[in-house]
């Protein structure tokens, strides 16, 4: 059995935070103790946050192109100009809806910049620059402190292609492999399978968002029970950059 | 706190086979029983065997076109056709991948027809047709049985553009709303948050994925705990219908 819990009580995190101490507290307020392969994930806000990845609107002049674009879809053109800051390529400029690649490859609205819930009025909300890393250091700073082993996944919401509605997806990870593979392992009819290959992160980016709320500050979640694939052993690990589909190999960009 | 329980020791599903009388069955052997509000997520195989949606291959006669892309990527030619004939419009036909979009408007590798885990050599499982339909089957049938109200996701495995790996997703629901919206609601600061939707039933579908087991044969998940939304009253169920992105709306196809 798999056991998903939030945690309620988080604090507003600040610029500088530490959030595995953030997220020992909120823990133990809930009177749970961290245990060896349990899974975490963690909203990309809040990591954005405590690497003070912000930018103030006020502080930002914007391009002819950002001018231009936000004219004629009513949008604020400072906004504008931090999501194209922010932009390898733009994948679709249509209707309104500004679809971009981030430096780190992922595919989404407005290349991740947010709004809602910022902390403060006139501020945008960034991805975290190295998500990986970032999961990598909460992951060793919950070893150090509570002597856990655990993974860590940083998640984020993200629109798809073909299907309305959003999910959270994994931007970050440490201490999993994003990937649980089947290639050519025998179904249970002694045929071998096709290769499959399970992006068990965004699983468990999707299973954590049923116990946050948008609305109320649940940032992190529990996963207890499940026996996650670990990276190879004596290899780097990749975090989720596995799951970025290259160019050349994507057939819908 | 949510919890995700895999249904182990389900029989080999035959067409014409009660679905609900097996569920209810594994999950008395495991000494659970059923509750008003919990979800029970159904592998879409399984419905398509109940469902007799099944080809032989040996029954195929390809067509010209078929024969054509399976010579030029070494594919058995009745196995395209089965999937020819599962499509409403190829989306990508490109690098001997051949993604569809079928008669629902899903758009998936191969129109979802599988060759693994069919019960017999030389057979393929198609989607069931009406998936929505088939999900409140199953859900009415256990309301009559157990005299329980819950809700029914039907899920598949399906790649996505952009990301590598597969997930599983919602292809048909009954007796919960496909998407959780927080349309012009307030965020905790008290701004206004941007449309958002979430697609908490593939969320659930993902979530599932990580108690079944490709290779074991755990085609059922039941997940306890989730306060999931109701289709609105007094109004159809419209099931996982309203995942599926228009043409016109759909920037990517």
Same mark, same amino acid.
């Given at each position: 059995m798999i056991q998903l819990l939030g945690l309620a009580g988080m604090p507003e995190v600040q610029a500088g935070d530490d959030l595995a101490s953030h997220i020992l507290a909120a823990l133990a307020a809930q009177g749970e103790t961290l245990r060896d392969g349990d899974v975490l994930v963690v909203t990309s806000k809040i990591v954005s946050k405590s690497e003070g990845r912000l930018t103030a609107l006020a502080d930002v002049d914007p391009s002819p192109f950002a001018l231009s674009w936000a004219a004629e879809h009513n949008k604020d053109p400072r906004h504008v100009e931090v999501v194209l800051r922010e932009?390898?390529?733009?994948a679709r400029m249509d209707r309104g809806a500004l679809i971009a690649e981030t430096r780190h490859g992922f595919i989404c609205a407005n290349a991740g910049v947010d709004a809602s819930?910022? #902390?403060?009025?006139?501020v945008l909300v960034l991805l975290p620059l190295y998500p990986d890393a970032s999961a990598a250091q909460v992951r060793d700073a919950l070893r150090e402190r509570a002597g856990v082993d655990v993974a860590v996944v940083i998640s984020d919401t993200f629109g798809r292609a073909w299907r309305t509605g959003q999910t959270n997806i994994a931007i970050g990870a440490a201490g999993i492999a994003a990937l649980r593979g089947y290639h050519g392992e025998v179904d249970t009819e002694g045929r071998t399978l096709r290769a499959t290959s399970v992006a068990v992160i965004d699983e468990l980016a999707g299973a954590a968002e049923l116990v946050m709320h948008k609305l109320d500050r649940v940032p992190v979640a529990l996963i207890r029970g499940y026996a996650y694939p670990r990276p190879?052993? #004596?290899?780097?690990?990749?975090g989720a950059t596995?799951?970025?589909?290259a160019g050349d190999r994507d057939l819908f960009r």
């Open positions: 932009t390898k390529r733009i819930n910022t #902390g403060a009025d006139g190879p052993a #004596g290899q780097p690990d990749e596995p799951l970025v589909r």
